[in-house]
């Protein structure tokens, strides 16, 4: 069994306590909280299990990372606090950890993550002889490896579109929603999310990703964006309200250009209520989805809906992109020391959790 570590137990930590401890080849050994209000309570708990888990939250990553655990799941966000996240990752890291992670965007595709990033990891890789795979669902799964394995069932490819449409209402996450994105801002105040290169910055690097394993050159990357006002005034049932007149929904492209064409594209449309922008692709129950379209012979659209947490779409899509760290887990483990990404690390079969009681 491999002594695997959750940093963090909010909406992803707590996907992740639930996955490691379904893993047959791992064991769940500590919990690190920032929030003190967390620390001394069971890991079962922190995570809505039915049942108690016998591991106690605790706020002394040292002490923990003392003990030299095998793995690391960082789920602690990074959005907000990159430089925080990318210490407390790369202590991991030199502690011999492999490190699991969906925080840190530029290093989805470390190839091409600036020396701000990469460098302090492969430091850390150098001297304690850990490893990193940081993934996610979008980016992450949703325009890596699911689109790349559906090109494979075309005989011609002309564009391979990848889209998120989602109803961030589901989505508990105040600070990134309000402020990252900008839902119920003022139209006149361009969201952080939408300043020319942060599209790039968080999904460049799948767009290189694709283009590397599709054998193609780009010319260059782009990015397109839309935005609109909500007509009337909304009440969330997790958000709270957001005023008429306020931003209320976003649209926005990343382009890899191939030719002069743009052949690989990632695309978001993100609304905080069903009524705005009902003219912009919907999910099919306007909840929430990821889909992927090829456009070529034969045209190929696949679209992917999860739930969890009561039925909640973006807990969800949480639960996934910790399914597919926490399943790479042991693989790495393996593995020489290093810095990984989505193309190396294979996304395996479920063996071992076949009809095993969920947690």
């Not at 709270?240 to 306020?246: D, M, N, V």
Request: aromatic share 4%; charged share 20%; with cysteine.
């Amino acid at each position: 069994m491999i002594p695997t570590v959750v940093w963090g137990t909010g909406n992803v930590g707590r996907a992740a306590i639930r996955a490691v401890e379904a893993h047959p080849a791992l064991v769940l050994t500590a919990v690190i909280v920032h929030n003190p209000g967390k620390v001394g309570r069971d890991a079962g708990e922190l995570a809505g299990l039915d049942r108690r888990l016998g591991v106690v939250a605790t706020d002394d990553a040292t002490a923990v990372l003392a003990g030299r655990p095998a793995a690391v799941v960082y789920a602690a966000s990074g959005d907000v606090r990159p430089d925080d996240a990318l210490t407390d990752i790369t202590r991991a890291i030199a502690a011999g950890a492999v490190v699991v992670s969906p925080a840190l965007y530029p290093l989805y595709d470390h190839r091409g993550a600036p020396p701000e990033f990469r460098d302090p990891v492969l430091a850390a890789v150098a001297e304690g002889g850990g490893s990193l795979f940081a993934s996610g669902v979008d980016p992450g799964w949703g325009n890596d490896v699911l689109p790349l394995l559906l090109s494979g069932l075309g005989s011609t490819v002309d564009v391979i579109r990848c889209q998120e449409i989602f109803d961030y209402s589901t989505y508990d996450q105040p600070d990134s929603v309000r402020h990252l994105v900008g839902m119920g801002q003022p139209m006149d105040q361009e969201p952080m999310m939408l300043m020319p290169s942060v599209p790039t910055m968080v999904w460049g690097g799948q767009i290189r990703m694709m283009a590397r394993a599709l054998g193609v050159e780009l010319d260059e990357i782009r990015e397109t964006s839309e935005r609109r006002a909500l007509d009337a005034t909304v009440t969330t049932r997790t958000m709270g309200e957001f005023e008429a007149g306020t931003q209320g929904a976003i649209r926005f492209e990343v382009q890899g250009i191939v030719e002069g064409e743009p052949r690989i594209v990632i695309e978001h449309v993100t609304r905080i209520h069903p009524s705005c922008a009902p003219d912009w692709p919907t999910p099919p129950d306007g909840s929430g989805a990821h889909r992927v379209v090829i456009e070529g012979r034969p045209r190929i659209e696949v679209t992917v809906e999860c739930t969890d947490e009561d039925d909640n779409r973006s807990a969800g899509g949480n639960a996934t992109a910790v399914g597919r760290l926490v399943g790479a887990i042991d693989w790495l483990v393996e593995a020489e020391p290093g810095l990984y990404d989505a193309l190396d690390v294979p996304l395996r079969p479920a063996v071992g959790k076949l009809g095993r009681k969920q947690p």
